[in-house]
């Protein structure tokens, strides 16, 4: 199983290494230490912590459970419809929407809002490439 340095949970989870580091001292988080006497957290160790972070909301309301909440960055109206980016994390996306759905919602760069994802597809990949 892989094991993650501390730079590295704090990357994946989108918080600061101190986080992490406050986590793995108050035993939320387990750690070790590898050969070279950096902490470490092993990756099943992290799977199962970010699986508790990221509980999916069980409101009932909707069927869609990726939410990821961020800022619009970008507001794009072109005609009836308009383009919005949202950064979550270090993460940008991308909705394409009615103009009308845009101005409802008060869409504008600034603004807090959350991505609900809901698809057929989605591309995973190992490797290097989240970094």
Do not use: C
């Amino acid at each position: 199983m892989p094991q993650y340095r501390i730079s590295e949970v704090a990357e994946l989870l989108g918080v600061s290494d101190d986080t992490v580091r406050r986590w793995v001292t108050s035993n939320r988080l387990p750690a070790t230490r590898d050969s070279a006497g950096r902490q470490v957290v092993d990756g099943e160790a992290l799977a199962r912590f970010a699986r508790k972070q990221t509980a999916a909301d069980d409101t009932g309301r909707t069927s869609a459970r990726n939410r990821l909440a961020g800022i619009v960055t970008d507001v794009a109206v072109d005609g009836l419809m308009a383009r919005v980016d949202l950064a979550a994390g270090r993460f940008r996306l991308v909705s394409l929407m009615t103009r009308e759905a845009a101005e409802e919602l008060g869409l504008r760069p600034g603004v807090l809002a959350t991505a609900v994802v809901k698809a057929t597809t989605v591309v995973i990949t190992t490797g290097q490439e989240h970094g």
